[in-house]
Protein backbone atom coordinates (compact mmCIF):
# COMPACT_ATOMS: atom_id res chain seq x y z
CA UNK A 1 0.00 0.00 0.00
CA UNK A 2 1.48 3.84 -0.47
CA UNK A 3 2.13 5.56 2.37
CA UNK A 4 1.58 9.13 2.70
CA UNK A 5 4.56 11.55 3.07
CA UNK A 6 4.26 11.94 6.98
CA UNK A 7 8.27 13.01 6.95
CA UNK A 8 8.33 15.72 9.73
CA UNK A 9 11.24 17.62 7.67
CA UNK A 10 10.57 20.87 5.71
CA UNK A 11 10.96 19.82 2.10
CA UNK A 12 13.07 21.99 0.03
CA UNK A 13 13.38 22.28 -3.09
CA UNK A 14 16.70 23.69 -3.94
CA UNK A 15 14.91 26.61 -6.15
CA UNK A 16 18.11 28.74 -6.36
CA UNK A 17 20.56 26.14 -7.42
CA UNK A 18 19.61 25.67 -11.20
CA UNK A 19 19.49 21.98 -12.47
CA UNK A 20 22.87 21.03 -14.19
CA UNK A 21 23.12 20.56 -18.00
CA UNK A 22 26.19 18.88 -19.15
CA UNK A 23 28.18 18.35 -22.39
CA UNK A 24 28.57 14.95 -22.42
CA UNK A 25 32.67 14.21 -22.50
CA UNK A 26 33.13 11.90 -25.38
CA UNK A 27 34.32 13.85 -28.58
CA UNK A 28 31.53 13.56 -31.17
CA UNK A 29 29.21 11.74 -28.83
CA UNK A 30 26.99 14.40 -27.56
CA UNK A 31 23.66 14.03 -29.53
CA UNK A 32 23.22 10.28 -28.62
CA UNK A 33 20.49 9.34 -26.32
CA UNK A 34 20.92 8.13 -22.76
CA UNK A 35 21.77 4.56 -23.78
CA UNK A 36 24.02 4.88 -26.16
CA UNK A 37 26.23 7.75 -24.05
CA UNK A 38 25.84 5.13 -21.11
CA UNK A 39 26.95 2.12 -23.15
CA UNK A 40 30.37 4.41 -24.90
CA UNK A 41 30.78 5.81 -21.00
CA UNK A 42 31.65 1.87 -19.87
CA UNK A 43 34.05 1.89 -22.67
CA UNK A 44 35.68 5.33 -22.20
CA UNK A 45 36.35 6.18 -18.77
CA UNK A 46 34.76 9.75 -17.72
CA UNK A 47 37.50 10.71 -15.82
CA UNK A 48 40.18 10.45 -18.14
CA UNK A 49 37.73 10.49 -21.15
CA UNK A 50 40.33 7.15 -22.21
CA UNK A 51 40.13 3.45 -22.81
CA UNK A 52 42.14 0.53 -22.50
CA UNK A 53 41.18 -2.03 -24.56
CA UNK A 54 42.46 -5.32 -25.02
CA UNK A 55 41.92 -7.48 -28.21
CA UNK A 56 42.08 -11.23 -28.73
CA UNK A 57 39.20 -11.49 -31.28
CA UNK A 58 41.91 -12.48 -33.84
CA UNK A 59 40.28 -16.06 -33.59
CA UNK A 60 37.39 -15.13 -35.71
CA UNK A 61 39.98 -15.40 -39.01
CA UNK A 62 43.00 -16.82 -38.08
CA UNK A 63 42.13 -19.57 -35.48
CA UNK A 64 44.23 -20.05 -32.37
CA UNK A 65 46.88 -17.15 -32.76
CA UNK A 66 49.99 -17.38 -30.48
CA UNK A 67 49.06 -16.41 -27.27
CA UNK A 68 45.52 -17.56 -27.77
CA UNK A 69 45.60 -20.88 -27.72
CA UNK A 70 43.91 -21.41 -24.49
CA UNK A 71 42.50 -18.02 -24.18
CA UNK A 72 40.89 -19.12 -20.39
CA UNK A 73 44.55 -19.60 -19.29
CA UNK A 74 46.04 -16.56 -20.96
CA UNK A 75 43.27 -13.45 -21.09
CA UNK A 76 41.85 -14.20 -17.95
CA UNK A 77 44.63 -12.79 -15.63
CA UNK A 78 44.24 -9.83 -17.65
CA UNK A 79 40.76 -8.96 -17.72
CA UNK A 80 40.69 -6.89 -14.28
CA UNK A 81 43.05 -4.08 -16.40
CA UNK A 82 41.01 -3.89 -19.20
CA UNK A 83 37.98 -0.98 -19.51
CA UNK A 84 37.09 -3.10 -22.71
CA UNK A 85 37.45 -6.46 -24.11
CA UNK A 86 37.15 -6.95 -27.88
CA UNK A 87 35.78 -9.95 -28.55
CA UNK A 88 33.85 -12.62 -30.27
CA UNK A 89 30.47 -14.11 -28.99
CA UNK A 90 32.21 -17.34 -28.93
CA UNK A 91 34.54 -16.86 -26.66
CA UNK A 92 32.69 -14.20 -24.39
CA UNK A 93 29.85 -17.11 -23.88
CA UNK A 94 32.33 -19.94 -23.59
CA UNK A 95 35.43 -18.71 -21.44
CA UNK A 96 34.69 -15.10 -20.08
CA UNK A 97 32.93 -14.73 -16.90
CA UNK A 98 29.30 -13.46 -16.89
CA UNK A 99 30.55 -11.48 -13.75
CA UNK A 100 32.83 -9.28 -14.97
CA UNK A 101 32.23 -5.78 -15.37
CA UNK A 102 33.99 -5.03 -18.30
CA UNK A 103 32.88 -3.36 -21.38
CA UNK A 104 32.40 -5.89 -23.57
CA UNK A 105 32.92 -4.58 -27.45
CA UNK A 106 31.71 -7.92 -29.75
CA UNK A 107 33.46 -8.05 -33.28
CA UNK A 108 30.16 -8.08 -35.52
CA UNK A 109 31.82 -8.65 -39.00
CA UNK A 110 33.19 -11.50 -40.48
CA UNK A 111 33.23 -14.91 -43.47
CA UNK A 112 36.44 -15.38 -44.61
CA UNK A 113 39.66 -17.00 -43.16
CA UNK A 114 43.41 -16.14 -43.60
CA UNK A 115 42.99 -18.84 -46.30
CA UNK A 116 40.66 -16.71 -48.37
CA UNK A 117 40.07 -12.78 -49.70
CA UNK A 118 39.56 -10.61 -46.10
CA UNK A 119 37.36 -8.50 -47.85
CA UNK A 120 34.99 -10.48 -48.53
CA UNK A 121 33.04 -10.11 -45.14
CA UNK A 122 29.65 -10.29 -43.91
CA UNK A 123 27.34 -8.90 -41.01
CA UNK A 124 28.36 -11.97 -37.98
CA UNK A 125 25.89 -11.07 -35.33
CA UNK A 126 22.53 -10.21 -34.72
CA UNK A 127 21.67 -6.92 -32.74
CA UNK A 128 19.33 -9.17 -30.42
CA UNK A 129 22.50 -11.15 -29.47
CA UNK A 130 25.12 -8.26 -28.72
CA UNK A 131 21.98 -6.86 -26.79
CA UNK A 132 21.67 -10.20 -24.78
CA UNK A 133 24.95 -10.65 -24.16
CA UNK A 134 24.76 -7.19 -22.50
CA UNK A 135 27.63 -5.42 -24.69
CA UNK A 136 28.63 -2.51 -25.10
CA UNK A 137 29.85 -1.92 -28.52
CA UNK A 138 29.60 -3.93 -31.83
CA UNK A 139 32.94 -3.70 -34.11
CA UNK A 140 32.98 -4.61 -37.78
CA UNK A 141 36.00 -4.61 -40.29
CA UNK A 142 35.54 -2.20 -43.00
CA UNK A 143 37.85 -2.58 -45.93
CA UNK A 144 38.73 0.76 -47.74
CA UNK A 145 40.15 0.51 -51.16
CA UNK A 146 39.92 -3.19 -50.73
CA UNK A 147 38.27 -6.20 -53.56
CA UNK A 148 34.71 -6.19 -51.38
CA UNK A 149 34.90 -2.58 -50.43
CA UNK A 150 31.16 -1.61 -50.70
CA UNK A 151 30.11 -4.49 -48.75
CA UNK A 152 32.03 -4.05 -45.78
CA UNK A 153 30.53 -0.58 -45.90
CA UNK A 154 26.86 -1.66 -46.29
CA UNK A 155 28.18 -4.25 -43.31
CA UNK A 156 29.01 -1.48 -41.40
CA UNK A 157 25.70 1.16 -42.37
CA UNK A 158 23.77 -1.63 -41.62
CA UNK A 159 24.70 -2.27 -37.80
CA UNK A 160 24.94 1.51 -37.45
CA UNK A 161 21.01 1.46 -38.36
CA UNK A 162 20.66 -0.99 -36.19
CA UNK A 163 22.19 0.34 -33.36
CA UNK A 164 20.56 3.54 -33.57
CA UNK A 165 17.75 1.80 -33.11
CA UNK A 166 19.02 0.00 -29.35
CA UNK A 167 21.39 2.58 -28.57
CA UNK A 168 24.53 0.27 -29.61
CA UNK A 169 27.40 1.82 -30.48
CA UNK A 170 29.42 0.95 -33.59
CA UNK A 171 33.47 0.90 -33.39
CA UNK A 172 34.46 1.05 -37.34
CA UNK A 173 37.64 -0.82 -37.83
CA UNK A 174 39.89 0.34 -40.45
CA UNK A 175 41.17 -2.81 -41.96
CA UNK A 176 44.01 -2.53 -44.46
CA UNK A 177 44.49 -5.34 -47.31
CA UNK A 178 47.84 -6.79 -48.27
CA UNK A 179 48.09 -4.43 -51.18
CA UNK A 180 47.85 -1.07 -49.44
CA UNK A 181 49.57 1.26 -48.08
CA UNK A 182 49.56 2.33 -43.79
CA UNK A 183 49.93 5.99 -44.50
CA UNK A 184 48.47 9.47 -43.35
CA UNK A 185 46.70 9.52 -46.49
CA UNK A 186 45.35 6.15 -46.50
CA UNK A 187 44.64 6.41 -43.03
CA UNK A 188 43.02 9.86 -42.77
CA UNK A 189 40.72 8.61 -46.24
CA UNK A 190 39.46 5.60 -44.36
CA UNK A 191 38.57 7.24 -40.67
CA UNK A 192 36.97 9.67 -41.59
CA UNK A 193 34.44 7.84 -44.09
CA UNK A 194 33.96 5.77 -41.54
CA UNK A 195 33.16 8.58 -39.11
CA UNK A 196 30.71 10.31 -41.79
CA UNK A 197 29.07 7.08 -42.54
CA UNK A 198 28.00 6.78 -38.84
CA UNK A 199 30.69 5.01 -36.97
CA UNK A 200 30.32 6.34 -32.76
CA UNK A 201 34.43 5.34 -32.97
CA UNK A 202 36.47 3.92 -34.86
CA UNK A 203 39.57 1.64 -35.04
CA UNK A 204 43.14 2.41 -36.86
CA UNK A 205 46.27 2.25 -36.94
CA UNK A 206 49.01 4.77 -36.00
CA UNK A 207 51.17 6.41 -38.39
CA UNK A 208 53.40 9.60 -38.81
CA UNK A 209 51.02 12.61 -38.78
CA UNK A 210 48.25 10.81 -36.69
CA UNK A 211 47.45 14.05 -35.51
CA UNK A 212 46.08 15.40 -38.29
CA UNK A 213 44.41 12.20 -38.62
CA UNK A 214 42.87 12.58 -35.12
CA UNK A 215 41.53 16.26 -36.42
CA UNK A 216 40.19 15.44 -39.31
CA UNK A 217 37.75 12.30 -37.21
CA UNK A 218 35.13 14.30 -35.62
CA UNK A 219 34.61 11.04 -33.49
CA UNK A 220 37.20 8.64 -30.97
CA UNK A 221 39.70 7.17 -32.06
CA UNK A 222 41.30 4.02 -30.62
CA UNK A 223 44.87 2.50 -32.31
CA UNK A 224 45.65 -0.99 -32.67
CA UNK A 225 48.72 -2.30 -31.28
CA UNK A 226 49.71 -4.19 -34.62
CA UNK A 227 52.17 -7.18 -34.65
CA UNK A 228 54.44 -7.52 -31.58
CA UNK A 229 57.08 -4.90 -30.91
CA UNK A 230 59.77 -4.84 -28.21
CA UNK A 231 57.66 -3.09 -24.87
CA UNK A 232 59.23 -0.02 -24.90
CA UNK A 233 58.46 0.72 -28.52
CA UNK A 234 55.12 -0.16 -28.00
CA UNK A 235 54.43 1.57 -24.91
CA UNK A 236 56.43 4.96 -27.54
CA UNK A 237 53.25 4.20 -30.31
CA UNK A 238 50.61 4.23 -27.35
CA UNK A 239 51.91 7.67 -25.73
CA UNK A 240 52.44 9.58 -29.23
CA UNK A 241 48.90 8.14 -30.17
CA UNK A 242 47.40 9.87 -27.04
CA UNK A 243 49.20 12.85 -27.45
CA UNK A 244 48.45 13.13 -30.78
CA UNK A 245 44.32 12.81 -30.50
CA UNK A 246 43.85 9.24 -30.11
CA UNK A 247 41.12 8.40 -27.05
CA UNK A 248 43.32 5.28 -26.45
CA UNK A 249 43.99 1.70 -27.43
CA UNK A 250 42.54 -1.14 -28.78
CA UNK A 251 45.81 -3.61 -28.03
CA UNK A 252 46.05 -7.10 -28.22
CA UNK A 253 49.61 -9.11 -29.37
CA UNK A 254 51.64 -6.11 -28.24
CA UNK A 255 50.01 -6.92 -24.42
CA UNK A 256 49.01 -10.80 -24.85
CA UNK A 257 52.68 -11.95 -26.71
CA UNK A 258 54.45 -9.56 -24.07
CA UNK A 259 56.88 -11.51 -22.07
CA UNK A 260 55.11 -10.18 -18.92
CA UNK A 261 51.35 -9.51 -20.29
CA UNK A 262 50.12 -7.88 -16.30
CA UNK A 263 53.06 -5.79 -16.44
CA UNK A 264 52.59 -4.80 -19.77
CA UNK A 265 48.76 -4.17 -19.41
CA UNK A 266 48.98 -2.21 -16.34
CA UNK A 267 52.11 0.35 -18.24
CA UNK A 268 49.70 0.71 -20.72
CA UNK A 269 47.17 1.99 -18.67
CA UNK A 270 49.97 4.38 -17.12
CA UNK A 271 50.23 5.58 -20.53
CA UNK A 272 46.30 5.99 -21.33
CA UNK A 273 45.21 7.29 -18.04
CA UNK A 274 47.78 8.49 -16.20
CA UNK A 275 49.91 10.84 -19.22
CA UNK A 276 53.15 8.67 -17.79
CA UNK A 277 56.12 9.24 -20.08
CA UNK A 278 57.55 6.62 -21.97
CA UNK A 279 60.17 6.26 -19.38
CA UNK A 280 57.80 5.69 -16.31
CA UNK A 281 55.84 3.23 -18.09
CA UNK A 282 58.79 1.30 -19.18
CA UNK A 283 59.60 1.24 -15.30
CA UNK A 284 56.60 0.02 -14.23
CA UNK A 285 56.91 -2.78 -16.61
CA UNK A 286 60.27 -3.28 -15.68
CA UNK A 287 59.35 -3.03 -11.86
CA UNK A 288 56.13 -5.32 -12.69
CA UNK A 289 57.73 -8.03 -14.94
CA UNK A 290 60.26 -9.16 -12.32
CA UNK A 291 58.22 -8.74 -8.93
CA UNK A 292 57.91 -12.26 -7.93
C1 LIG B 1 42.58 -8.26 -35.62
O1 LIG B 1 42.15 -8.72 -36.58
C2 LIG B 1 41.71 -7.76 -34.63
O2 LIG B 1 40.73 -6.94 -35.14
C3 LIG B 1 42.40 -7.07 -33.50
O3 LIG B 1 41.40 -6.69 -32.62
C4 LIG B 1 43.23 -5.87 -33.83
O4 LIG B 1 44.09 -6.08 -34.89
C5 LIG B 1 44.00 -5.37 -32.61
O5 LIG B 1 44.89 -6.31 -32.19
P1 LIG B 1 46.44 -6.08 -32.32
O6 LIG B 1 46.81 -5.03 -31.31
O7 LIG B 1 47.03 -7.41 -32.02
O8 LIG B 1 46.74 -5.60 -33.71
Known amino acids: MAEADFSKKEKNFYTDIPQKSEAFFLKGSN ?3 WGMKNRLARIFSPRSGKTVML ?12 GLERVDVTIRPLIPYA ?12 VIEPSSTNAVVMRASGGP ?15 EDALRMNVSAMAVQVFIGGPH ?14 GMRYGMPVLGV ?31 YFVPGFEQVAAACPVPIVIAGGKKLP ?18 VDMGRNIFQSDS ?3 MIGAVRKVVHDNSSVKEAYQYYEEMKNRK
Open 31 to 33: AYD
Open 55 to 66: AFDHGYFQGPTT
Open 83 to 94: DALMLTRGILRT
Open 113 to 127: SILKELSNEHIAVDI
Open 149 to 162: ETQTVNNMTRLVDM
Open 174 to 204: TAVGTELVRDVRYISLATRILAELGASMVKT
Open 231 to 248: EREALQMAHDAINQGASG
Open 261 to 263: PVA
